[in-house]
């Protein structure tokens, strides 16, 4: 199910969005924050599929609200609400890649369509983003002998740390950590399986510059030894 933000301190509109996504058009699920910095919050925990923004809050207005989104994720789609007084405001914010803007009252129509066409776009350009995911993997892959961490990873395929994250949640389920737990531990295996080397080389060549902590992971996450293991596979 896609998940859409709302940002917007008025109750009404909030709710009344909330019955468009969810009740009519269906297949949404409405995330609300009613201030830029309740909004900021909720992006550092998971980004949506689509964030809809009133462009004048309490607090923090529009525009920062967008710059701080745009310092996480690129390419989130953003539409902006304004009123007719923030014409000039709202021509502003397009710098920031604003996908639509809307003005208040809502046409209720027009968003729909617009919605739709956001959607039907993102999924023409789901393929990029998994070569660029693969891309992401191969890095990995070809430095799993040595320390590796996410804002390297990001520096790599020039993304934001924070984005290259969100990407193990949506691609694979699991966190960046758990991602490297699994594949430096599978080739641990394989090391101790394959070949006769020491455990301490094992590790090293798994990425553990510590044996000790090795030993410690392994067990925790098989419930054997790297030793056990051997001997038993």
């Known amino acids: ?10 109750a009404v509109i909030r709710q009344g969005l909330k019955v468009l996504l ?7 699920q409405v995330l609300e924050a009613k201030s830029g910095e309740e909004g900021v919050s909720i992006i550092h925990q998971r980004i949506p599929h689509l964030i809809i ?3 004048r809050m309490g607090g923090m207005d529009g525009l920062t609200f967008i710059s701080k989104v745009r310092q996480i994720s690129k390419d989130v789609p953003i539409i902006i609400l304004s009123g007719h007084s923030d014409f000039e405001y709202a021509r502003t914010a397009m710098r920031y890649g604003i996908t639509d803007y809307f003005l208040k009252p809502i046409n209720r129509i ?6 739709s066409t956001i959607f039907k776009e993102n999924k023409a350009e789901s393929m990029p983003v998994s070569k660029q995911f693969q891309a992401i993997l191969q890095f990995i892959d070809d430095h799993l002998s040595r320390e590796i961490a996410l804002s390297q990873i ?6 934001n740390p924070q984005y290259v994250g969100q990407l193990f949640k949506s691609e694979l389920g699991m966190t960046f950590t758990e991602y490297m737990v699994e594949v430096r531990l599978k080739r641990a295996k394989k090391l101790l399986k394959e070949t006769n080397l020491k455990v301490y080389e094992v590790a090293q060549l798994s ?3 510590s044996p000790k902590h090795f030993m410690t992971v392994f067990k925790q996450e098989t419930g054997i030894t790297p030793i056990g293991f051997r001997k038993f596979s």
């Not at 990001?154 to 993304?159: G, I, R």
Request: aromatic fraction near 6%; avoid cysteine.
């Open 1 to 10: 199910m896609k998940e859409i933000l709302v940002v917007e301190d008025e």
């Open 22 to 28: 969810e009740q009519v058009m269906g297949g949404f």
């Open 53 to 55: 923004t009133d462009i």
């Open 110 to 115: 027009e968003l729909t369509e617009a919605i």
């Open 154 to 159: 990001a520096e790599h395929v020039s993304l």
């Open 207 to 209: 990425g553990y510059k």
